[in-house]
């Protein structure tokens, strides 16, 4: 299939800082892709390379068959952006949020009007289209900048962090507007997020970025038969930190990995259950109090920790500004 996206040998560098080392990948035309990472693996800073925000230091990103750092302005009509912080305007109705941003494509009256009204009654909001969108719930504010980022019909729809802060029904909401719109206009749909579950939904193929290169890249299925297939066991304790139940258990035989955080630890193991009680005996031995125990089916959260050594903590996950971005250094603007 013909590539909507095409990345090739990306490096950028902020002084000695090198945010992006080398980095390649297509997305085929009418894919849904994740791009997965923990904060400061780049993941910011490739969307502001694709959306035209900034230049790569060398390497390309082509949109289309478009270079994006050689004509932004033609890439910039090719694409819809859905950015991390919410940026419709709270004393604007949802009409003239949706009107405004048609205007800046030129979009003719007739046109822009008939596009506006049947997204907004595809996203659930035309009873509501000529209220204030400060009235509105996050959900609803972010099916509305959805619709907003399609109003000049793009090829090729950027998603960063699109349900962050919402609430579990409002997420699957946005999941069913997108793979409906993904398979009615035959969109390329890049997305970033810090939810294993829906990157696990919705894309057809993930990549994984860790200090700005793409450590892994294939589908959820193909990833996960990458790496072993053990069982994986969950442990909430308290009374000791996480670094101490940690090293406690890599010292067992039988454990492939483990990581902590929160509380919590997630152990890669040989015959998981019958791992159990041995996990749960080396605990308390060292003055755990546990809480529970899982026995989980491998997920896409258990490639990710084998590709990067620990998981995506919700904790992490803070807003920033999309003009700036994360992973910059302070004296660039952080």
């Known amino acids: ?26 997305i085929d035309e009418g894919e849904f892709f994740g791009l997965l990472g923990p904060n400061g693996a780049g993941k910011t800073t490739l969307i502001r390379i694709l959306t035209t925000l900034i230049k790569p230091t060398s390497g390309s990103a082509k949109i289309m068959g ?8 033609e890439v ?20 003239e949020n949706m009107d405004i941003y048609a205007r800046f494509y030129d979009m003719p009256k007739r046109e822009r009007h008939e596009r506006i009204n049947h997204l907004l009654e595809l996203v659930g909001l035309k009873d509501r289209a000529d209220e204030l969108v400060a009235t509105y719930s996050g ?18 729809l950027i998603l960063d962090e699109p349900t962050l802060g919402l609430d579990p029904q409002s997420r699957h909401v946005v999941w069913e507007l997108l793979q ?4 009615e206009d035959k969109l390329t749909i890049l997305l970033t997020t810090h939810y294993m579950d829906e990157a696990e939904t919705l894309c057809s193929r993930v990549a994984i970025i860790d200090y700005g290169k793409i450590v892994a890249m294939d589908t959820v299925d193909g990833l996960k038969k990458q790496i072993s297939q053990k069982d994986v066991v969950e442990i909430a304790f308290s009374g000791i930190d996480n670094s101490r139940a940690e090293a406690e258990i890599k010292t067992i035989s039988f454990v492939h990995t483990a990581a902590a955080t929160g509380g919590v630890i997630r152990v890669s193991a040989d015959n998981g259950a019958a791992a159990i009680p041995s996990l749960v005996h080396a605990l308390k031995k060292i003055g755990a109090n546990v809480a529970s125990v899982v026995l989980k ?26 003009l700036i971005g994360a992973g910059i250094p302070s004296k660039w603007g952080r």
């Open 1 to 26: 299939m013909p590539s909507s996206i095409e990345i090739s040998n990306i490096i950028k560098k902020f002084g000695a800082l090198t945010a992006l080392d080398g980095v390649s990948f297509n």
């Open 180 to 183: 409906k719109f993904r398979s």
């Open 297 to 322: 089916q491998q997920t896409l959260e258990d490639v990710f920790i084998h590709f990067t050594g620990r998981p995506i903590r919700e904790e992490e996950v803070k807003k920033v500004s999309y």
């Open 76 to 95: 910039r009509k090719r694409i819809g952006v859905v950015p991390q912080a919410m940026t419709t305007d709270l004393d604007l109705t949802g009409m």
């Open 139 to 156: 959900g609803m504010r972010r099916r509305l900048e959805i619709a907003r980022g399609l109003v000049h019909k793009p090829s090729i």
């Open 66 to 73: 478009i270079d994006a750092a050689k004509k932004p302005g």
